[in-house]
C-alpha cells in the first residue's frame, strides 16, 4: 500500500513569509508525529497527534509553529514568519496508534529560508 | 530529559570489515530502542528495535544490536559490512512513561568502500 507522503518535497522561501507543509499519512494510521531533521542534528520532536488531537505538543519551537490534523488523516504544519533558522528537512511519520512503536517515515520537506 | 548519544558522526569501512556503532542514552526508566536507516535519497526506515526479552535483537540485513541496560547502550553491529549498507543510522529511544515521545540520536554516517 501506499506510504507516508508529503508535499512539497522542497520549498525555497524568503525570510518573512509563512509556509505550510502537508503529510498524507498510511491509510488507518490514528497516529501522526512531525520531526525536524537540521544538518548533523538527529531528529527533533515537533508535534504528535493521535486521531486529531495533539496531546504533545511541546515540541513545537516557538508559537510561529502550528499544526492541525483534520479527519484523522492529513496534517499540515505551518511555520509563521519564517526565519533562516527554520531551514531544515521535515519529517513526518504515522503508526498504527499511538501504542504501537513503529513509526513510518514519509520522504520530508526540505525547506529553505532566504 | 532523555536523550541519545551517537559517538561516531562518520565511519567509514572497507567491505567484510565489522561493524559497531554506538548509542548510549540517558533514562532511568524502561524504554524501547531502535535502530532507524536512512539509505541514499530514501525514507527512514526501522532496523530493528528492542522492547523486552532477550537483550539481543537481530533485524533486517544482518544487523543485530544488543541492549546492555547496565551501561544504558544499545549498539548496533554487523559482522561483515557490504557497500549497500553505505547509509545514515539513527538510534532512537522513547520511554515507556512518554510513549510519543521518541528521542533520536544526531546519527552516524557510514560510508563502505567497494
Known amino acids: 500500500g501506499a506510504g507516508v507522503s508529503q508535499s512539497p518535497s522542497n520549498k525555497v522561501t524568503e525570510k518573512g513569509k509563512d509556509v505550510e507543509l502537508r503529510c498524507d499519512p498510511i491509510s488507518g494510521h490514528t497516529a501522526l508525529y512531525w520531526y525536524r531533521q537540521s544538518l548533523g542534528q538527529g531528529l527533533e520532536f515537533l508535534i504528535y497527534f493521535q486521531g486529531n488531537s495533539a496531546p504533545d505538543k511541546s515540541g513545537l519551537p516557538s508559537d510561529r509553529f502550528s499544526a492541525e490534523r483534520t479527519g484523522g488523516s492529513v496534517s499540515t504544519l505551518t511555520i509563521q514568519r519564517t526565519q533562516q533558522e527554520d531551514s531544515a528537512v521535515y519529517l513526518c511519520a504515522s503508526s498504527l496508534n499511538g501504542n504501537s512503536y513503529e513509526q513510518y517515515f514519509g520522504p520530508g520537506t526540505r525547506l529553505t529560508v532566504t | 530529559a532523555q536523550s541519545v548519544s551517537q559517538h561516531n558522526h562518520h565511519v567509514i569501512l572497507s567491505e567484510a570489515a565489522s561493524l559497531e556503532l554506538g548509542c548510549n542514552y540517558s533514562?532511568?526508566?524502561?524504554?524501547?530502542l531502535f535502530w532507524y536507516v536512512q539509505y541514499p535519497g530514501q525514507h527512514l526506515q526501522l532496523l530493528l528495535k528492542y522492547f523486552s526479552g532477550d537483550p539481543l535483537v537481530k533485524g533486517i540485513k544482518g544487523f543485530e544490536a544488543e541492549f546492555i541496560k547496565s551501561k544504558f547502550s544499545f549498539n548496533l553491529r554487523k559482522p561483515s559490512v557490504q557497500w549497500s549498507d553505505t547509509a545514515e543510522y539513527f538510534c532512537?529511544?522513547?520511554?515507556?512513561?512518554?510513549?510519543?515521545?521518541?528521542?533520536f540520536g544526531a546519527g552516524t554516517r557510514l560510508t563502505v568502500k567497494p
Open positions: 532512537a529511544v522513547n520511554a515507556l512513561s512518554r510513549i510519543n515521545d521518541m528521542r
Open positions: 533514562y532511568g526508566g524502561t524504554v524501547n
